[in-house]
């Protein structure tokens, strides 16, 4: 991605956006149908993708910070790292549901509903990323850098909060782990 390229067609790639931002979620709740017989529980992997989404928390601001400094490079090579962090999350993620039970949060009052909006607010804006990070990355790899922009004041905030809240999450449910 450099600036000196001229602006190429990122239209080309709406089908396959398209098509990924729908076959990733539907995927995804797929497998959590599956549970693959006689495998021990992936139990371990829990705290490590809670530390991969907290490690792309970082380098989304890192990397804003880069851009803001334009330093594209480190910026480029920051986003292709957290893309890389959130499909290697999904991945452990899918595992350990297709080896492991789901996890019954066990806080009472308060805290309960606190935990079931951050949840929800979670799995509904990590579905709904999905096509806005597709289309930031397809808008700055074809150098049209001023749709890729506009459209990174929202992918940023959005994926951020959900880079977060997987934490949180984490946090949350930990202690009802078996």
């Given at each position: ?141 074809t150098n049209n850098f ?33």
């Amino acid at each position: 991605m450099k600036n000196q390229e001229p602006i190429l067609d990122d239209k080309k790639y709406n089908t396959l956006i398209v098509v990924l931002s729908i076959v990733i979620p539907i995927v995804v709740a797929a497998l959590f149908s599956v549970k693959i017989p006689n495998v021990e529980p992936l139990s371990f992997l829990p705290p490590i993708y809670a530390t991969i989404n907290g490690l792309t928390a970082i380098i989304l601001v890192i990397a804003f910070f880069a851009i803001k400094k334009k330093n594209i490079v480190l910026h480029e090579n920051l986003m292709t790292t957290a893309i890389w962090c959130s499909a290697i999350f999904l991945l452990m993620y899918v595992a350990y549901h297709m080896t492991s039970d789901s996890t019954k949060f066990g806080g009472e009052g308060v805290i309960k509903y606190v935990y079931y909006f951050v949840l929800l607010t979670h799995i509904v804006l990590s579905i709904a990323v999905i096509p806005f990070v597709l289309i930031t990355y397809v808008r700055a790899i074809t150098n049209n850098f001023e749709k890729h922009k506009k459209i990174a004041r929202i992918t940023f905030p959005l994926w951020l909060y959900v880079a977060v809240t997987g934490v949180v999450v984490y946090i949350m449910i930990s202690p009802y782990y078996v």
